[in-house]
């Protein structure tokens, strides 16, 4: 089929490229003009294991080209996806600006050339904005308006993308369900076909959910550290259940990323307006806020103060196998550890460049090692593979003191205990 993707970021391009490996003839447009010059020269403006090789591939096949208009370099696609950010405006609740300035191009594309087609909302947006779009496209007969969110999780995106865990299609016509069936014929997962509503909804309410089983893990870790147990035996102990699951049961120092702080803001406003509570989803929130000062108050107190005292972190996107920094929990524990007085060294395999702007005061260093020297503390904050399979032995020599803060618990404990390291992990110790 004819797609066109409006947005390149990282599932406007995910979805590009994997619907480009599945046969279709895909069109990448972007405002970002050095982001569309870059595509068309093959390399990936973002850093996604696999992403850059398979976009070489398709775009040497010929399925995945890149362009700036819609109008001129679009007219061809019978299905054209919005991947445009919905990012946090400052009252909390979604910015549609990206997503309606897309609805007006595509107003234009039609009624310059009014062909069947299928709009389909991939950006991650309020219920009731499927239907806003349909409105603004109503007076288009051939035009269905489609909502199909996207799940994908960053640092396995294309993983995510070629093998999703379901694939949710709200929209309220035969013609528009059967349009995403062909487009989707080659993958290979449950589907849950609703309304444009309801597809809305499932989106936020995943992503609360799973924010909900974190902040929940990372509360009990405070009294987990309190009582002296271990909240990876725990949480292991309770993922065995198969009404629980092991998954998202990761104590650490919160979530971060363009996904989770944003959407579950944006829930609450929504419930707001409609004069409803969503106490446990504030509580969410608030754990997360507060994770990282409770986690650098125990290292000001095991290390009996922070003023002077050389700190290590290891990693800082907001997870590994990604150069994404929005939202990273390496931001706060950067600001209360220098704010405390400590003196800071830092390393990450992709990211350092992007925080180093924001704080230039810390020394960044161009691997583990290096920033490990003469450090009187480490403290994990990305569990990046390179800062987690380390050489025990040479990080103990090259440290002043053999001090281990695993803010992401996944260091192994047995080991680094054996070679005489000093061992605090979030909720274990
Ligand atoms: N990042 C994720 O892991 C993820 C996963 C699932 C859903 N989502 C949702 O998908 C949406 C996109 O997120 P992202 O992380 O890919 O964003 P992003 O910021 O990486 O990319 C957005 C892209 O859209 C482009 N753009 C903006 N306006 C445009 C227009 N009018 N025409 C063409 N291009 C335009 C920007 O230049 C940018 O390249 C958001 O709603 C997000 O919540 C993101
Ligand atoms: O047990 C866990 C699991 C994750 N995290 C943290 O949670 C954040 C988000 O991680 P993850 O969900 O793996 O990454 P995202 O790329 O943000 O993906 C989430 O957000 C996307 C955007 O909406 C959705 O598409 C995905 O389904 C959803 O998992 C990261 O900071 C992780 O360190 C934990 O602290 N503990």
Same mark, same amino acid.
């Given at each position: 089929?004819?797609?066109?993707?409006?947005?390149?970021?990282?599932?406007?391009?995910?979805?590009?490229?994997?619907?480009?490996?599945?046969?279709?003839?895909?069109?990448?447009?972007?405002?970002?003009?050095?982001?569309? =010059?870059?595509?068309?020269?093959?390399?990936?403006?973002?850093?996604?294991?696999?992403?850059?090789?398979?976009?070489?591939?398709?775009?040497?096949?010929?399925?995945?080209?890149?362009?700036?208009?819609?109008?001129?370099?679009?007219?061809?696609?019978?299905?054209?996806? /919005?991947?445009?950010?919905?990012?946090?405006?400052?009252?909390?609740?979604?910015?549609?600006? #990206?997503?309606?300035?897309?609805?007006?191009?595509?107003? +234009?594309?039609?009624?310059?050339?009014?062909?069947?087609?299928?709009?389909?909302?991939?950006?991650?947006?309020?219920?009731?904005?499927?239907?806003?779009?349909?409105?603004?496209?109503?007076?288009?007969?051939?035009?269905?308006?489609?909502?199909?969110?996207?799940?994908?999780?960053?640092?396995?995106?294309?993983?995510?993308?070629?093998?999703?865990?379901?694939?949710?299609?709200?929209?309220?016509?035969?013609?528009?369900?059967?349009?995403?069936?062909?487009?989707?014929?080659?993958?290979?997962?449950?589907?849950?076909?609703?309304?444009?509503?309801?597809?809305?909804? /499932?989106? #936020?309410?995943?992503?609360?959910?799973?924010?909900?089983? /974190?902040?929940?893990?990372?509360?009990?870790?405070?009294?987990?550290?309190? +009582?002296?147990?271990?909240?990876?035996?725990?949480?292991?102990?309770?993922? +065995?259940?198969?009404? /629980?699951?092991?998954?998202?049961?990761?104590?650490?120092?919160? #979530?971060?990323?363009?996904?989770?702080?944003?959407?579950?803001?944006?829930?609450?406003?929504?419930? =707001?307006?409609?004069?409803?509570?969503?106490?446990?989803?504030?509580?969410?929130?608030?754990?997360?806020?507060?994770?990282?000062?409770? #986690?650098?108050?125990?290292?000001?107190?095991?290390?009996?103060?922070?003023?002077?005292?050389?700190?290590?972190?290891?990693?800082?996107?907001?997870?590994?196998?990604?150069?994404?920094?929005?939202?990273?929990?390496?931001?706060?524990?950067?600001?209360?550890?220098?704010?405390?007085?400590?003196?800071?060294?830092?390393?990450?395999?992709?990211?350092?460049?992007?925080?180093?702007?924001?704080?230039?005061?810390?020394?960044?260093?161009?691997?583990?090692?290096?920033?490990?020297?003469?450090?009187?503390?480490?403290?994990?904050?990305?569990?990046?593979?390179?800062?987690?399979?380390?050489?025990?032995?040479?990080?103990?020599?090259?440290?002043?003191?053999?001090?281990?803060?695993?803010?992401?618990?996944?260091?192994?404990?047995?080991?680094?205990?054996?070679?005489?390291?000093?061992?605090?992990?979030?909720?274990?110790?």
């Amino acid at each position: 089929m004819n797609v066109a993707v409006i947005g390149t970021g990282y599932v406007g391009l995910t979805t590009a490229v994997s619907l480009a490996l599945h046969g279709h003839r895909v069109i990448g447009i972007d405002v970002d003009e050095e982001k569309v =010059k870059q595509l068309r020269k093959k390399k990936s403006p973002i850093y996604e294991p696999g992403l850059e090789e398979a976009l070489e591939t398709v775009v040497e096949q010929g399925t995945l080209s890149f362009g700036s208009s819609l109008a001129d370099e679009a007219a061809e696609a019978e299905i054209l996806f /919005i991947c445009v950010g919905t990012p946090e405006s400052e009252d909390g609740t979604a910015d549609l600006r #990206y997503l309606f300035a897309a609805v007006e191009e595509l107003r +234009l594309l039609q009624q310059h050339d009014p062909r069947k087609r299928a709009v389909v909302v991939k950006s991650t947006v309020p219920v009731g904005t499927g239907d806003r779009v349909a409105d603004l496209l109503r007076e288009f007969a051939s035009v269905h308006v489609v909502s199909n969110p996207e799940f994908l999780r960053e640092g396995r995106a294309l993983r995510d993308a070629l093998n999703p865990s379901r694939i949710v299609i709200g929209a309220d016509h035969a013609e528009a369900f059967a349009l995403m069936d062909q487009l989707y014929e080659r993958l290979s997962a449950e589907w849950v076909r609703t309304t444009r509503a309801n597809a809305e909804m /499932i989106k #936020y309410a995943s992503n609360a959910f799973l924010a909900t089983r /974190i902040s929940f893990m990372n509360e009990l870790s405070r009294l987990s550290a309190a +009582l002296g147990t271990d909240i990876e035996v725990i949480a292991r102990g309770m993922g +065995l259940d198969s009404r /629980i699951g092991p998954e998202f049961l990761r104590a650490g120092l919160g #979530y971060g990323g363009s996904c989770f702080p944003k959407d579950t803001i944006a829930l609450l406003q929504v419930a =707001k307006e409609q004069g409803v509570s969503l106490g446990i989803l504030e509580q969410v929130r608030e754990v997360n806020r507060t994770q990282p000062s409770w #986690y650098v108050q125990l290292m000001r107190e095991r290390l009996q103060g922070l003023v002077g005292k050389r700190i290590a972190v290891l990693g800082l996107s907001f997870k590994p196998d990604t150069d994404d920094i929005r939202e990273a929990r390496s931001l706060p524990v950067l600001a209360e550890l220098l704010e405390a007085g400590a003196l800071v060294s830092a390393y990450d395999p992709v990211s350092a460049e992007a925080v180093a702007r924001l704080y230039p005061q810390v020394r960044y260093a161009q691997d583990v090692y290096e920033t490990l020297t003469d450090a009187d503390a480490a403290l994990l904050v990305t569990e990046w593979k390179d800062c987690v399979e380390l050489q025990w032995d040479r990080v103990k020599e090259v440290m002043a003191s053999p001090v281990l803060f695993d803010g992401r618990n996944a260091w192994p404990t047995q080991i680094v205990k054996r070679h005489g390291f000093t061992y605090c992990g979030v909720g274990k110790s």
